[in-house]
Nanobody, 124 residues
Framework: QVQLVESGGGLVQAGGSLRLSCAASSRTGGHYSMGWFRQVPGTEREFVAAISRSGDSTYSADSVKGRFTISRDNAKNMVFLQMNSLKPEDTANYLC?????????????????WGQGTQVTVSS
Protein backbone atom coordinates (compact mmCIF):
# COMPACT_ATOMS: atom_id res chain seq x y z
CA GLN A 1 0.00 0.00 0.00
CA VAL A 2 1.29 3.43 -0.96
CA GLN A 3 -0.01 6.66 0.50
CA LEU A 4 0.68 9.88 -1.35
CA VAL A 5 0.52 13.44 -0.06
CA GLU A 6 0.83 16.43 -2.38
CA SER A 7 1.90 19.94 -1.45
CA GLY A 8 3.05 23.16 -3.07
CA GLY A 9 -0.14 24.37 -4.71
CA GLY A 10 -1.41 27.90 -4.42
CA LEU A 11 -2.42 31.07 -6.23
CA VAL A 12 -0.04 32.45 -8.82
CA GLN A 13 -0.25 35.02 -11.61
CA ALA A 14 -0.06 33.98 -15.24
CA GLY A 15 3.55 33.55 -16.30
CA GLY A 16 4.60 32.54 -12.82
CA SER A 17 5.98 29.27 -11.47
CA LEU A 18 5.13 26.69 -8.84
CA ARG A 19 6.81 23.50 -7.70
CA LEU A 20 4.57 20.70 -6.55
CA SER A 21 5.83 17.93 -4.30
CA CYS A 22 4.49 14.45 -3.66
CA ALA A 23 5.64 12.50 -0.61
CA ALA A 24 5.15 8.74 -0.58
CA SER A 25 4.61 6.76 2.62
CA SER A 26 6.71 3.84 1.49
CA ARG A 27 9.58 3.12 -0.79
CA THR A 28 8.61 3.99 -4.34
CA GLY A 29 12.00 4.25 -5.97
CA GLY A 30 12.64 1.28 -8.22
CA HIS A 31 9.16 -0.11 -7.49
CA TYR A 32 6.65 2.38 -8.83
CA SER A 33 6.35 4.65 -11.79
CA MET A 34 4.85 7.95 -10.77
CA GLY A 35 2.53 10.39 -12.45
CA TRP A 36 0.84 13.75 -12.09
CA PHE A 37 -2.73 14.31 -13.20
CA ARG A 38 -5.02 17.31 -12.90
CA GLN A 39 -8.74 17.73 -12.61
CA VAL A 40 -11.18 20.58 -12.87
CA PRO A 41 -14.56 19.99 -11.12
CA GLY A 42 -17.04 18.46 -13.55
CA THR A 43 -14.40 17.23 -15.96
CA GLU A 44 -12.34 14.07 -16.37
CA ARG A 45 -8.97 13.67 -14.71
CA GLU A 46 -6.26 14.62 -17.23
CA PHE A 47 -2.74 13.23 -17.60
CA VAL A 48 0.01 15.79 -17.06
CA ALA A 49 3.33 13.95 -16.73
CA ALA A 50 4.86 10.64 -15.71
CA ILE A 51 8.28 9.34 -14.76
CA SER A 52 9.72 5.85 -14.83
CA ARG A 53 10.83 3.91 -11.76
CA SER A 54 14.45 4.91 -12.13
CA GLY A 55 13.69 8.43 -13.32
CA ASP A 56 15.46 7.84 -16.63
CA SER A 57 12.31 8.32 -18.74
CA THR A 58 9.70 11.03 -18.55
CA TYR A 59 6.50 11.71 -20.47
CA SER A 60 4.43 14.88 -20.68
CA ALA A 61 1.11 15.91 -22.14
CA ASP A 62 1.36 18.13 -25.19
CA SER A 63 -0.39 20.93 -23.32
CA VAL A 64 2.47 21.22 -20.81
CA LYS A 65 5.51 20.25 -22.88
CA GLY A 66 8.29 22.76 -22.53
CA ARG A 67 6.70 24.31 -19.43
CA PHE A 68 6.35 21.50 -16.86
CA THR A 69 9.09 19.11 -15.72
CA ILE A 70 8.60 15.99 -13.65
CA SER A 71 11.42 14.63 -11.50
CA ARG A 72 11.92 12.30 -8.56
CA ASP A 73 14.23 11.72 -5.61
CA ASN A 74 14.10 8.01 -4.89
CA ALA A 75 16.22 8.30 -1.76
CA LYS A 76 13.54 10.53 -0.23
CA ASN A 77 10.50 8.88 -1.85
CA MET A 78 9.54 12.20 -3.42
CA VAL A 79 8.23 13.24 -6.81
CA PHE A 80 8.14 16.81 -8.07
CA LEU A 81 6.40 18.80 -10.77
CA GLN A 82 8.10 22.06 -11.70
CA MET A 83 5.57 24.28 -13.47
CA ASN A 84 6.78 27.34 -15.35
CA SER A 85 5.04 29.85 -17.60
CA LEU A 86 1.73 29.03 -15.96
CA LYS A 87 -1.49 29.87 -17.77
CA PRO A 88 -5.03 30.36 -16.43
CA GLU A 89 -6.03 27.11 -18.16
CA ASP A 90 -3.57 25.25 -15.89
CA THR A 91 -5.90 25.97 -12.96
CA ALA A 92 -6.92 22.60 -11.47
CA ASN A 93 -6.48 20.21 -8.58
CA TYR A 94 -3.19 18.39 -9.19
CA LEU A 95 -2.95 14.78 -8.05
CA CYS A 96 0.03 12.51 -7.62
CA UNK A 97 -0.34 8.83 -8.53
CA UNK A 98 1.70 5.64 -8.39
CA UNK A 99 1.67 2.52 -10.57
CA UNK A 100 3.63 -0.73 -10.65
CA UNK A 101 3.46 -0.60 -14.46
CA UNK A 102 6.70 -0.17 -16.35
CA UNK A 103 5.49 0.60 -19.88
CA UNK A 104 1.94 1.96 -19.70
CA UNK A 105 2.15 4.94 -17.37
CA UNK A 106 0.31 7.79 -19.11
CA UNK A 107 -3.31 6.68 -18.76
CA UNK A 108 -5.68 7.22 -15.88
CA UNK A 109 -6.44 3.49 -15.66
CA UNK A 110 -2.75 2.63 -15.27
CA UNK A 111 -2.68 4.00 -11.73
CA UNK A 112 -3.90 2.34 -8.55
CA UNK A 113 -2.68 4.73 -5.87
CA TRP A 114 -3.74 8.36 -5.62
CA GLY A 115 -3.21 11.34 -3.37
CA GLN A 116 -5.89 13.87 -2.48
CA GLY A 117 -4.40 16.60 -4.61
CA THR A 118 -3.22 20.17 -4.22
CA GLN A 119 -5.04 23.11 -5.77
CA VAL A 120 -3.30 25.32 -8.30
CA THR A 121 -5.00 28.56 -9.32
CA VAL A 122 -3.52 30.77 -12.03
CA SER A 123 -4.93 34.27 -12.30
CA SER A 124 -4.88 36.25 -15.53
Amino acid sequence: QVQLVESGGGLVQAGGSLRLSCAASSRTGGHYSMGWFRQVPGTEREFVAAISRSGDSTYSADSVKGRFTISRDNAKNMVFLQMNSLKPEDTANYLCAATSNVVRISRLEDYGYWGQGTQVTVSS
